[in-house]
Protein backbone atom coordinates (compact mmCIF):
# COMPACT_ATOMS: atom_id res chain seq x y z
CA UNK A 1 0.00 0.00 0.00
CA UNK A 2 1.87 3.23 -1.06
CA UNK A 3 1.99 6.06 1.62
CA UNK A 4 -0.16 9.23 1.11
CA UNK A 5 1.84 12.36 0.68
CA UNK A 6 2.02 15.31 2.86
CA UNK A 7 -1.04 17.06 0.31
CA UNK A 8 -2.99 13.96 0.27
CA UNK A 9 -3.05 13.61 4.40
CA UNK A 10 -5.27 16.84 4.06
CA UNK A 11 -7.81 15.55 2.45
CA UNK A 12 -11.45 14.29 3.45
CA UNK A 13 -12.60 11.77 0.55
CA UNK A 14 -15.30 9.88 1.35
CA UNK A 15 -15.77 11.54 5.00
CA UNK A 16 -19.09 12.30 6.48
CA UNK A 17 -18.96 15.56 8.77
CA UNK A 18 -21.44 16.47 10.71
CA UNK A 19 -21.83 20.72 11.17
CA UNK A 20 -23.94 22.33 13.96
CA UNK A 21 -24.54 25.74 13.74
CA UNK A 22 -24.41 25.52 9.91
CA UNK A 23 -26.19 28.48 8.96
CA UNK A 24 -24.01 31.07 11.32
CA UNK A 25 -21.25 33.17 9.99
CA UNK A 26 -18.81 30.56 10.34
CA UNK A 27 -20.59 27.64 9.86
CA UNK A 28 -21.34 28.05 6.26
CA UNK A 29 -17.94 28.71 5.38
CA UNK A 30 -16.85 25.52 7.27
CA UNK A 31 -19.74 23.50 5.22
CA UNK A 32 -18.47 24.64 2.04
CA UNK A 33 -14.38 24.03 3.16
CA UNK A 34 -15.35 20.47 3.96
CA UNK A 35 -16.87 19.30 0.69
CA UNK A 36 -13.82 21.70 -1.05
CA UNK A 37 -11.64 18.83 1.15
CA UNK A 38 -14.24 16.14 -0.25
CA UNK A 39 -16.19 15.80 2.80
CA UNK A 40 -20.54 14.69 2.20
CA UNK A 41 -21.69 17.30 4.95
CA UNK A 42 -24.88 16.64 7.20
CA UNK A 43 -25.57 20.78 8.01
CA UNK A 44 -27.70 21.30 11.31
CA UNK A 45 -29.25 23.94 12.57
CA UNK A 46 -32.38 25.38 14.18
CA UNK A 47 -35.75 24.27 12.45
CA UNK A 48 -37.05 27.49 11.75
CA UNK A 49 -33.55 27.64 9.28
CA UNK A 50 -34.22 26.89 5.70
CA UNK A 51 -32.26 26.38 3.12
CA UNK A 52 -33.23 29.39 1.35
CA UNK A 53 -31.47 31.37 3.86
CA UNK A 54 -27.60 29.53 1.94
CA UNK A 55 -28.76 32.30 -0.89
CA UNK A 56 -30.91 30.07 -2.12
CA UNK A 57 -28.18 26.89 -2.44
CA UNK A 58 -26.41 24.34 0.05
CA UNK A 59 -23.05 23.76 -0.87
CA UNK A 60 -22.95 21.10 -3.07
CA UNK A 61 -22.67 17.26 -1.35
CA UNK A 62 -24.58 18.82 1.77
CA UNK A 63 -28.20 17.95 3.42
CA UNK A 64 -30.08 20.01 6.17
CA UNK A 65 -30.86 18.37 8.67
CA UNK A 66 -33.03 20.58 11.40
CA UNK A 67 -32.05 20.44 15.11
CA UNK A 68 -32.65 22.04 18.62
CA UNK A 69 -28.79 21.18 19.83
CA UNK A 70 -30.60 22.11 23.39
CA UNK A 71 -33.05 19.75 23.34
CA UNK A 72 -31.77 16.21 23.56
CA UNK A 73 -34.64 14.68 21.72
CA UNK A 74 -33.91 16.74 19.18
CA UNK A 75 -30.48 15.74 19.17
CA UNK A 76 -31.11 12.03 19.34
CA UNK A 77 -33.54 12.30 16.83
CA UNK A 78 -31.09 13.94 14.07
CA UNK A 79 -28.23 12.03 14.75
CA UNK A 80 -30.06 8.41 14.06
CA UNK A 81 -31.24 10.18 10.89
CA UNK A 82 -27.95 10.77 9.68
CA UNK A 83 -26.57 7.64 10.43
CA UNK A 84 -30.01 6.16 8.61
CA UNK A 85 -28.80 8.34 5.87
CA UNK A 86 -24.89 8.11 5.60
CA UNK A 87 -24.21 5.02 7.60
CA UNK A 88 -21.43 6.61 9.53
CA UNK A 89 -20.54 9.96 11.05
CA UNK A 90 -16.68 10.54 10.55
CA UNK A 91 -16.29 14.29 11.80
CA UNK A 92 -18.64 16.52 14.24
CA UNK A 93 -18.02 19.96 14.17
CA UNK A 94 -19.28 21.15 16.92
CA UNK A 95 -19.99 24.88 16.26
CA UNK A 96 -23.45 25.73 17.31
CA UNK A 97 -23.74 28.95 19.46
CA UNK A 98 -26.10 32.06 20.44
CA UNK A 99 -27.17 35.46 21.25
CA UNK A 100 -30.37 34.76 21.89
CA UNK A 101 -33.27 35.45 20.32
CA UNK A 102 -33.08 39.40 21.26
CA UNK A 103 -29.64 40.79 20.81
CA UNK A 104 -30.14 43.67 23.32
CA UNK A 105 -30.80 41.15 25.90
CA UNK A 106 -27.17 39.28 25.26
CA UNK A 107 -25.68 42.96 25.40
CA UNK A 108 -27.09 43.92 28.84
CA UNK A 109 -24.69 45.05 31.07
CA UNK A 110 -23.52 42.57 34.08
CA UNK A 111 -25.77 44.09 36.30
CA UNK A 112 -28.77 43.90 34.51
CA UNK A 113 -28.15 40.38 32.46
CA UNK A 114 -30.76 38.14 33.08
CA UNK A 115 -30.59 34.58 34.88
CA UNK A 116 -32.87 33.20 32.09
CA UNK A 117 -30.93 34.56 29.46
CA UNK A 118 -27.47 33.05 30.87
CA UNK A 119 -29.15 29.99 31.04
CA UNK A 120 -30.69 30.09 27.20
CA UNK A 121 -27.11 31.03 25.82
CA UNK A 122 -25.18 27.91 28.23
CA UNK A 123 -28.09 25.75 26.74
CA UNK A 124 -26.93 25.85 23.63
CA UNK A 125 -23.35 27.31 23.62
CA UNK A 126 -22.24 24.26 26.31
CA UNK A 127 -25.32 21.68 26.93
CA UNK A 128 -25.44 21.81 22.69
CA UNK A 129 -21.99 20.95 22.44
CA UNK A 130 -22.41 18.32 25.52
CA UNK A 131 -25.57 16.51 23.85
CA UNK A 132 -24.16 16.23 20.75
CA UNK A 133 -20.93 14.50 21.41
CA UNK A 134 -23.00 12.28 23.88
CA UNK A 135 -25.22 11.05 20.79
CA UNK A 136 -22.34 11.14 18.08
CA UNK A 137 -19.46 9.22 20.25
CA UNK A 138 -20.80 6.30 20.69
CA UNK A 139 -21.12 6.24 16.67
CA UNK A 140 -17.75 7.02 16.58
CA UNK A 141 -16.53 3.95 19.09
CA UNK A 142 -18.24 1.77 17.15
CA UNK A 143 -16.82 2.59 14.04
CA UNK A 144 -13.26 2.50 15.74
CA UNK A 145 -12.89 5.97 14.78
CA UNK A 146 -13.37 9.39 14.39
CA UNK A 147 -13.43 13.16 14.65
CA UNK A 148 -14.82 15.86 17.22
CA UNK A 149 -13.62 19.47 16.96
CA UNK A 150 -15.16 21.94 18.97
CA UNK A 151 -15.50 25.55 18.24
CA UNK A 152 -14.33 28.09 21.06
CA UNK A 153 -13.24 31.80 20.98
CA UNK A 154 -10.06 33.78 22.33
CA UNK A 155 -12.72 35.36 24.82
CA UNK A 156 -12.52 31.63 26.11
CA UNK A 157 -8.87 32.18 26.58
CA UNK A 158 -8.96 34.96 28.00
CA UNK A 159 -10.69 38.62 29.26
CA UNK A 160 -11.80 41.33 26.89
CA UNK A 161 -10.53 44.11 26.86
CA UNK A 162 -13.42 46.16 27.56
CA UNK A 163 -11.77 49.56 26.03
CA UNK A 164 -12.36 48.13 22.50
CA UNK A 165 -16.43 48.32 22.99
CA UNK A 166 -16.00 51.84 23.67
CA UNK A 167 -18.56 53.54 21.07
CA UNK A 168 -18.97 50.40 19.14
CA UNK A 169 -21.76 48.98 17.32
CA UNK A 170 -23.34 45.90 15.75
CA UNK A 171 -25.87 46.58 13.27
CA UNK A 172 -26.78 49.73 14.86
CA UNK A 173 -26.36 47.94 18.40
CA UNK A 174 -24.36 49.49 21.16
CA UNK A 175 -22.16 46.32 22.20
CA UNK A 176 -19.98 44.56 24.52
CA UNK A 177 -19.08 41.02 25.57
CA UNK A 178 -20.80 40.23 28.44
CA UNK A 179 -19.55 37.43 30.76
CA UNK A 180 -21.85 34.35 29.56
CA UNK A 181 -19.87 34.66 26.66
CA UNK A 182 -16.76 34.48 27.67
CA UNK A 183 -17.91 31.64 30.33
CA UNK A 184 -19.24 29.43 28.06
CA UNK A 185 -16.44 29.48 25.67
CA UNK A 186 -13.94 28.44 28.08
CA UNK A 187 -16.04 25.57 29.02
CA UNK A 188 -15.48 24.25 25.49
CA UNK A 189 -12.17 24.73 26.06
CA UNK A 190 -12.60 22.41 29.43
CA UNK A 191 -15.05 19.60 27.39
CA UNK A 192 -13.04 19.53 24.58
CA UNK A 193 -9.95 18.38 26.80
CA UNK A 194 -11.85 16.28 28.71
CA UNK A 195 -13.33 14.42 25.75
CA UNK A 196 -9.65 14.19 23.81
CA UNK A 197 -8.66 11.61 27.37
CA UNK A 198 -12.04 9.63 27.73
CA UNK A 199 -12.35 8.62 24.15
CA UNK A 200 -8.08 8.85 22.93
CA UNK A 201 -8.33 4.92 23.57
CA UNK A 202 -11.42 4.65 20.78
CA UNK A 203 -9.46 5.96 18.05
CA UNK A 204 -11.45 9.87 18.43
CA UNK A 205 -9.78 12.66 18.40
CA UNK A 206 -11.16 15.28 20.17
CA UNK A 207 -9.48 19.24 19.27
CA UNK A 208 -10.77 22.82 19.78
CA UNK A 209 -10.53 25.28 17.42
CA UNK A 210 -10.66 29.44 19.31
CA UNK A 211 -11.12 32.17 16.18
CA UNK A 212 -10.23 35.62 16.82
CA UNK A 213 -12.65 38.58 15.68
CA UNK A 214 -14.30 38.20 12.71
CA UNK A 215 -15.28 40.99 10.96
CA UNK A 216 -19.13 40.68 10.25
CA UNK A 217 -20.90 44.36 10.42
CA UNK A 218 -19.33 45.87 13.46
CA UNK A 219 -18.69 49.60 13.06
CA UNK A 220 -15.29 51.39 12.05
CA UNK A 221 -15.33 52.24 15.04
CA UNK A 222 -14.88 48.69 16.87
CA UNK A 223 -13.04 47.36 13.98
CA UNK A 224 -10.80 50.50 14.43
CA UNK A 225 -10.08 49.37 18.56
CA UNK A 226 -10.09 45.85 17.81
CA UNK A 227 -7.65 45.93 15.03
CA UNK A 228 -5.40 48.03 17.31
CA UNK A 229 -5.50 45.15 19.73
CA UNK A 230 -3.99 42.55 16.94
CA UNK A 231 -0.43 42.33 16.51
CA UNK A 232 -1.36 42.00 12.73
CA UNK A 233 -3.33 44.66 12.58
CA UNK A 234 -7.06 43.99 11.31
CA UNK A 235 -9.71 41.39 11.82
CA UNK A 236 -10.18 37.55 10.60
CA UNK A 237 -12.12 37.02 7.24
CA UNK A 238 -14.58 33.72 8.07
CA UNK A 239 -12.43 32.05 5.54
CA UNK A 240 -9.04 32.18 7.40
CA UNK A 241 -10.39 29.80 9.99
CA UNK A 242 -11.35 27.10 7.10
CA UNK A 243 -8.04 25.68 6.58
CA UNK A 244 -7.34 25.45 10.19
CA UNK A 245 -10.65 23.64 10.47
CA UNK A 246 -9.64 20.99 7.68
CA UNK A 247 -6.31 20.19 9.50
CA UNK A 248 -7.77 19.24 12.44
CA UNK A 249 -10.35 17.32 10.77
CA UNK A 250 -7.64 15.33 8.58
CA UNK A 251 -5.24 12.95 8.51
CA UNK A 252 -2.59 15.74 8.88
CA UNK A 253 -3.33 16.06 12.49
CA UNK A 254 -3.01 12.24 12.95
CA UNK A 255 -1.45 12.53 16.40
CA UNK A 256 -3.22 15.42 17.52
CA UNK A 257 -5.77 15.42 20.26
CA UNK A 258 -7.00 17.75 23.04
CA UNK A 259 -5.51 21.01 21.25
CA UNK A 260 -6.32 24.32 21.13
CA UNK A 261 -5.50 25.93 18.36
CA UNK A 262 -5.87 29.46 18.25
CA UNK A 263 -6.02 31.42 15.22
CA UNK A 264 -6.01 35.19 16.16
CA UNK A 265 -3.97 37.34 14.44
CA UNK A 266 -1.84 37.22 17.70
CA UNK A 267 -4.61 38.62 19.66
CA UNK A 268 -3.25 36.02 22.72
CA UNK A 269 0.26 36.74 21.83
CA UNK A 270 -0.42 40.28 23.82
Not at 30 to 43: D, I, K, P, Y
Not at 205 to 215: A, E, L, Q, T, Y
Request: aromatic residues 10%; charged residues 20%.
Amino acid sequence: MMKKNVIDKFKLDGKVALVTGANGILGRKFCEGLVQAGATVAAIDLPETEKKEWDGVLPEKTTFFECDVSNKNSVNRCVKSIVNTYGRIDILLNNAATKTGKPEDFFASFEDFSIDVWRNVMSVNVDGMFLMAQAVGPVMVNQGNGVIIQTSSIYGLQAPDQRIYEGSEYMGLKINSPAVYSASKAAVIGLTKWLSTYWANKGIRVNCIVPGGVSSGQNEIFENNYSSRVPMGRMAREDELVPALIYLCSEASSYVTGHILTVDGGWSVW
